[in-house]
């Protein structure tokens, strides 16, 4: 009932929110004009005012009117802010979180270079990308599509429905609906080269970007082309970035509350407790305190604050942070994609379509090197330094452990590549009386391989380090034991102690390579028809209605070493299995009240759409069906004051990869609340073939102004969102897993494994329908065009557009409770991110003649570190709390960036050529310095960067 009550207030809070709003806006403004704002007047109506298709509905309209919101970015955008791609445009929109970027993947394998679209922070699964709203061919098994496949230099508009879409599209459209709209009727030839790079050195980028296109066959059919190439040259490693230089860690408190202190302390220079780069023992507690310089040769370990022998961190004394150096905040990256687009008139009333893509994206990146900070070494070891030796046989200690930082063995290497080919041909045809069919064919394959050299694997890395002696020569222990069954003739003896004193034969023999190789295959199959066959007292009823057959496969393989996840990290995943899938939906919208002197008007809206699913895989196969649907409506009292609504029922499929990948392995750092202790611990993450359908529930409610009169050309719009997905396939994170066990949540105790001496050794990262998901707030949108003086002669222009989102809830529920990371600004290792409570962004251009001018204000407001923890700052605060913490807020931060075009005619031609120029983090604001899921911050949201600078050229003939 608690929750049911805090859902109603919190509901009524948005509402007053956008009625406040609305009161305000009337007030100022009087009587208004028209409807929604866009960023770009082709959005809303062809040439000559037809009505289009716009995204989130199969009916064709005569502008903004859908009770679905909408928000337009133009290309203008991606031209006037120097963006090189349309996913580092989406990224910078508020309602977006920027999970998977360049600056996320760092030591990762997978993707390496890629953008994924998140839209309201849950999950980039659950946002549906179309491309001329048709889906695009999957980039991952996921089912989810890399933007960086899409040439940025002919994307005429990006149409995003921030609201539940299943009824109009089908499975994914659950947060909302990216529709990528190419401009195929290109006439001459226009290109772009620019090139970036920031104040420190790095960070360097070139684009080449070339379209063209013209009429053929007497003037009934046009072709379009296109080619672009990216390369992006990665940034230099956390050391080159202040945030990272003060080495953030997390440190355990052994007695919290002592002086004052709790139970977690987030503090700069925080150095590895356990391991150095020659070696140091860590027990028994009569060697402790020994560490090995490069020679082998045993000196005495300084301990810093904290010190623990089984925490990861401590501040100060002779550790190491191996965690930082040289892992490169952003890999390097490659990417290029072709385009071709045909279009004929077949008959007067029939035309086809023929579009032909392909793009690839290649990445490398540095990973982390093997790290082990309990290696059992026996007496007998041959390699045992002499003094070190000599004290094991005057104390009678038969063993002890080794902590080791293998920078000297090297790092993992990573290398992963996407090639993504689409086919799609269609036709179109009018039937008179203002009825329209389409029907159309789309195949889409893609190519993935993954590789990572130099990996450490565990079991034959520990064989080789257990040495003993033969005939007086090293061996490893198990070709000289008394059991000749585990004999293994080419384990090679591995000297630990010291750095670069092992044998390139043992080295062979502990690390090796990681080889996967996936193709996803796309088959659609569709045919839509909408027409008006009949009217009401209000105006004609309009109707659309359409099939859909899809099949999704995904088949590949992996070498042996990763399917027994022998690695210590990166293993390869195999995956079989497809999916698929029949559908159909109606659609109408029907007038209820229409004025043709500018009087009130209502619409209302309905869809419904029922889909049949069947999945098939290595290990089983399912099916189900189920029905999805939207209702809403339009009200415009007067002639440009607006008010919609919609309420939905939304589904997303569980994918291939969710039901049938192969398990997997990575290291984590967790908190352990039972020891009190900071640890590195092998997370497995495995599919699961009995996954079934996520079911959201979505509604939106708000409103649009345009006024007239002395405000001619402003606009603002307001629109709340509440969605709820139950049955979410999610994960809860490593250490959600931990924390949920300890709170008292049972079922996510068996996917913890601890030894006997409590110590956890391994966690597994469910992915189950356990969870329910829950975001609501508040889009708004403020526009304003005007003209004004310019320079001599000239006219100028200024355009201002303010793109906010007010998160009220991000919440995630279990049986262990539920947290809300509305506000979470922060990125605790091991966990999901979360939203800020405000993210807004302000462009503004003036434009004169021949040079346009942009500034543009990026505003991250002040949040909580970590939602599951408590600091100075939170109600409740108590250091004795084992979830206590010494701070647990970050400031806020704004970003400010300016660019300048200058347009140099020729010919005729006002726009033959364009230079332009940028400074991005003019100020070179950094964020602030906390241990984080990546690096020395929230590098999701924050800028790590600095200063760049972009500078390039157009060109149109």
């Known amino acids: 009932m608690e929750q049911t009550k805090n859902s109603r207030d919190s509901r009524t809070k948005a509402k007053l929110i956008v009625g406040a709003s609305l009161a305000a806006m009337i007030a100022s403004v009087g009587v208004p004009a028209a409807a929604q704002t866009t960023e770009d007047d082709s959005a809303t109506e062809q040439s000559g005012g037809q009505p289009i298709v716009v995204t989130g509905s199969r009916i064709a309209r005569g502008g903004f009117d859908s009770p679905t919101p909408l928000t337009v970015i133009g290309a203008e955008r991606i031209a006037e802010l120097g963006q090189t791609n349309i996913g580092e445009a989406l990224s910078q929109t508020p309602a977006f979180r920027a999970t998977n970027n360049p600056t996320t993947a760092n030591l990762f394998a997978n993707n390496i ?14 946002t549906l990308v179309l491309v001329d709203g048709r889906r695009f061919a999957p980039s991952t098994d996921l089912g989810i599509v890399d933007l960086n496949l899409i040439p940025a230099g002919i994307i005429s508009r990006t149409e995003i429905v921030t609201g ?93 509350g002592v002086n004052g202190l709790p139970a977690i302390l987030l503090l700069p220079n925080a150095k590895g407790a356990t391991i150095r780069p020659g070696g140091v023992i860590n027990t028994p507690e009569a060697l402790a305190g020994i560490q090995f310089d490069s020679a082998g040769n045993p000196i005495p370990f300084n301990r810093g604050e904290y010190w623990s022998p089984t925490s990861t961190f401590m501040i100060g004394g002779d550790g190491y942070d191996p965690y930082f150096t040289g892992i490169r905040i952003a890999p390097e990256y490659e990417r290029y994609s072709l385009y071709g687009h045909l279009t004929a008139d077949l008959t007067d009333s029939i035309s086809g379509f023929l579009d032909l893509s392909y793009g690839r994206v290649e990445g490398w990146s540095i990973s982390a090197q093997s790290r082990d900070s309990n290696l059992p070494i026996q007496i007998d070891n041959p390699f045992i330094p002499a003094p070190i030796l000599q004290m094991m046989v005057d104390q009678n200690i038969p063993s002890f452990t080794l902590g080791r930082e293998g920078l000297d063995l090297g790092r993992a290497m990573n ?125 004609p009823v309009s109707v659309a209605g359409g099939i859909e057959y899809r099949t ?40 209820l009240l229409r004025s043709d002197d500018g009087g009130p008007t209502l619409d209302l809206n309905g869809a419904i759409r029922r889909t049949a699913y069947e999945f098939d895989g290595a290990s089983g196969s399912s099916s189900f069906s189920a029905t999805t649907w939207k209702i809403g409506g339009v ?121 006997t001496n409590g110590i956890i050794t391994q966690v597994t990262d469910p992915l189950f329908n356990f969870a329910s998901l829950q975001t609501s707030g508040i889009d708004f949108e403020l526009a304003y065009n005007t003209e004004m003086p310019g320079f001599g002669d000239e006219i100028g222009n200024l355009n201002i557009r303010l793109l906010a989102t007010y998160v009220e809830h991000l919440t995630t529920e ?9 506000g979470q600004t922060g990125y605790p290792p091991g966990q999901l991110p979360g939203m800020p409570r405000w993210l807004a962004d302000l462009v503004v251009t003036y434009a004169t003649g021949p040079l346009s001018v942009t500034a543009q204000l990026r505003y991250i407001h002040k949040g909580i570190n970590n939602v599951t923890r408590v600091g100075p ?17 970050l400031p806020a931060e704004t970003y400010v960036n300016l660019f300048a ?45 600095g200063t760049r600078f972009t500078f390039g050229a157009r060109f149109a003939f």
């Open 415 to 539: 290398r992963s590549s996407t090639g993504t080919f689409r086919l799609a041909a269609g036709l179109n045809g009018d039937l008179g009386d203002n009825w329209r069919w389409d029907a159309y064919y789309q195949f889409g394959t893609t190519r993935y391989r993954q590789r990572t050299t130099n990996v450490q694997i565990p079991a034959a890395f520990r064989r080789a380090a257990d040495v003993t002696t033969q005939g007086g020569v090293p061996v490893c222990r198990v070709n000289a034991d008394a059991d000749p069954s585990n004999d293994d003739p080419a384990c090679a003896p591995l000297n630990l102690f010291g750095e670069n004193m092992w044998s390139q034969a043992a080295k062979d023999y502990s690390y090796g390579a990681t080889r996967q190789r996936t193709r996803f295959e796309q088959h659609v199959v569709a045919a839509n028809i909408q027409g008006e066959p009949f009217s009401t007292w209000a105006g």
């Open 552 to 591: 999704d496969s995904a088949s590949g393989d992996a070498d042996p070493i990763s399917l027994a996840r022998g690695f210590l990290t990166g293993n390869a995943v195999a995956i079989n299995g497809d999916s698929e899938v029949f559908e159909g939906y109606a659609e109408t919208v029907v007038p």
């Open 873 to 889: 700052e939170d109600d409740g605060y108590d250091p004795t709390l084992p979830n206590s913490v010494n701070f647990n807020r």
């Open 635 to 755: 009200f415009e009292p007067v002639e440009g004051l607006l008010f919609r609504v919609t309420r939905s029922r939304d589904i997303r499929a569980p994918n291939v990869n969710e039901l049938f990948s192969s398990a997997r392995q990575t290291q984590t750092i967790v908190l352990d609340p039972v020891q009190n202790t900071t640890i590195s611990t092998p997370t497995i993450i495995a599919a699961n073939p009995d996954l079934s359908a996520e079911v959201a529930n979505s509604w939106t409610a708000g409103v649009t102004i345009q006024p007239g009169g002395a405000l001619q050309g402003f606009s603002f719009s307001a629109d709340y969102f509440d969605i709820d997905v139950s049955n979410a396939i999610t994960r809860p994170g490593t250490q959600t897993v931990v924390n949920r066990c300890v709170a008292g949540a049972t079922e996510f105790c068996p996917f913890i494994v601890r030894d």
């Open 164 to 256: 539940g879409a299943s009824a109009a599209y089908g499975s994914d459209a659950v947060a909302g609906v990216i529709n990528i709209i190419l401009e195929n009727e290109i006439d001459g030839i226009r290109g772009t080269v620019q090139g970036g790079i920031s104040s420190r050195g790095d960070d360097g980028e070139i684009l080449v970007s070339l379209a063209g296109g013209q009429d053929i066959m007497n003037g009934s059919g046009h072709f379009t082309v296109a080619a672009e190439y990216n390369r992006y040259f990665g940034i230099g490693d956390c050391y080159t970035r202040p945030a990272c230089r003060l080495e953030p860690g997390t440190i355990t408190n052994p007695n919290p």
């Open 113 to 126: 270079g890629a953008r994924f679209a998140d839209l309201r922070g849950l999950g980039n699964q659950r």
């Open 814 to 822: 279990d049986s262990g409770g539920r947290i809300d990371r509305a």
């Open 901 to 945: 075009h200058y347009r140099i005619p020729m010919g005729g031609n006002e726009d033959a050529l364009e230079l332009f120029g940028g400074v991005e983090n003019l100020f070179d604001n950094g964020p602030t310095s906390v241990h984080s899921n990546n690096y020395g911050s929230n590098n999701v949201l924050f800028d790590l960067i």
